[in-house]
């Protein structure tokens, strides 16, 4: 009976220890793969796992529909950013990555976390008068340092300084 029990045991934990990694692009939705197909032949971007987790969905667009905020990197300067998808008709909006945003620049390298803001909030500024949101929009911070709101507005991305 032992001798079962051992031989169950080892075969689960081997095929636990050659258990292969899931790519990121594979943990993404179909149109969001198209989206960053189409993308990457106008822009040498792929998605990059840095951080955890590496992709938020909300109303970013204002559609109703689930958008995604993809982290990214460009492979031929390295530099990161965001991609915002679209589940509509909207071209995506890069951020980061080699595409300056206030006082965020073209690489997020930086970034050390972030999170969804919801739509309705007025998050605190220091540097310019706090807006509103219309949409959900993207906060990006370096731990103990700098943060910044992300928003789109009329399909283009909008920083507001949030701290240092």
């Not at 993404?28 to 989206?35: I, S, T, Y």
């Amino acid at each position: 009976m032992n001798f079962k029990l051992a031989s169950v045991v080892l075969l689960f934990a081997n095929s636990i220890a050659f258990a292969q990694d899931v790519s990121p692009r594979m943990q993404l939705p179909d149109w969001a793969n198209k989206q960053l197909d189409s993308l990457s032949k106008q822009e040498s971007i792929e998605v990059n796992s840095r951080i955890n987790p590496f992709v938020w969905r909300g109303n970013f667009l204002g559609a109703g529909k689930g958008d995604l905020a993809v982290l990214v990197k460009d492979s031929k300067s390295n530099k990161e950013g965001i991609v915002f998808l679209s589940h509509g008709k909207a071209k995506p909006v890069i951020v980061g990555a080699g595409h300056a945003i206030g006082n965020g620049g073209d690489d997020f390298s930086w970034l050390e976390l972030w999170y969804v803001e919801d739509k309705g909030t007025q998050p605190h500024s220091y540097h310019a008068k706090s807006v509103k949101l219309h949409n959900d929009g993207i906060v990006v911070a370096k731990e103990g340092s700098a943060s910044g709101l992300i928003y789109l507005k009329s399909g283009k991305a909008v920083w507001q300084q949030q701290g240092d």
